[in-house]
T-cell receptor, first 112, second 113 residues
Framework: AQSVTQPDIHITVSEGASLELRCNYS??????LFWYVQSPGQGLQLLLK??????LVQGIKGFEAEFKRSQSSFNLRKPSVHWSDAAEYFC??????????FGAGTTVTVRA | EAGVVQSPRYKIIEKKQPVAFWCNPI?????LYWYLQNLGQGPELLIR????????DSQLPKDRFSAERLKGVDSTLKIQPAELGDSAVYLC???????????FGQGTRLTVV
């Protein structure tokens, strides 16, 4: 069965600084990988996804993620965070039936 | 175009009472999902529909939970009777097909007292 680990429960970053959120997955085959963002009181919004091809994936809102098979990782990055990036971020892995397994999430706080 | 609409947004009930949640997916989306999100956790799939057929309900606690998607459009999720441990956010999502992006509703926050 697939699983996702997000090692960081909470990250605080200064506005304008770079952000990296870690995600490690466990899956026997080539995974489908996703990053979602959830703002307070809102549903989840897809930031980006990886199915195959280029291991560096560009998403919305200036986010990108890199798939590293050797490390079973799919870390999310943003070069310069904005106050509006404060939210909870979920990494997910999908199987061949596109059934998603989510990590526990990382809460990002942005300080002025 | 409207997104996935869920109601109610919040619900407080006493334990042992029944409760129902409603979801209206994006028009034309064939696949509909119900997820459970406990505090501090990621969403967990409860059930997935392809049109009106439940194709994956392996994680749905069938002793107290039920769901339906009549006519392959709107869906309801019911809990009867509710327990204290059912307090969580219930998310509905929809997609064109199972292999396309899923769009999530804002969720229903259930508190059982």
């Amino acid at each position: 069965a697939q699983s996702v680990t997000q090692p960081d429960i909470h990250i605080t970053v200064s506005e304008g600084a770079s952000l990296e959120l870690r995600c490690n997955y466990s899956y026997g085959a080539t995974p489908y990988l996703f990053w979602y963002v959830q703002s307070p009181g809102q549903g989840l919004q897809l930031l980006l996804k990886y199915f195959s091809g280029d291991t560096l994936v560009q998403g919305i809102k200036g986010f990108e993620a890199e798939f590293k098979r050797s490390q079973s990782s799919f870390n999310l990055r943003k070069p310069s965070v904005h106050w509006s990036d404060a939210a909870e971020y979920f990494c997910a892995v999908g199987d061949v039936d596109y059934k998603l397994s989510f990590g526990a999430g990382t809460t990002v706080t942005v300080r002025a | 175009e409207a997104g996935v609409v869920q109601s109610p947004r919040y619900k407080i009930i006493e334990k042992k009472q029944p409760v129902a949640f409603w979801c209206n997916p994006i028009s034309g989306h064939n696949t509909l999902y119900w997820y459970l999100q406990n505090l501090g956790q990621g969403p967990e799939l409860l059930i997935r529909y392809e049109n009106e057929e439940a194709v994956d309900d392996s994680q749905l606690p069938k002793d107290r939970f039920s769901a339906e998607r009549l006519k392959g459009v709107d869906s309801t999720l019911k809990i009867q009777p509710a327990e204290l441990g059912d307090s969580a956010v219930y998310l509905c999502a929809s997609s064109w097909t199972a292999d396309t992006e899923a769009f999530f509703g804002q969720g229903t926050r259930l508190t059982v007292v």
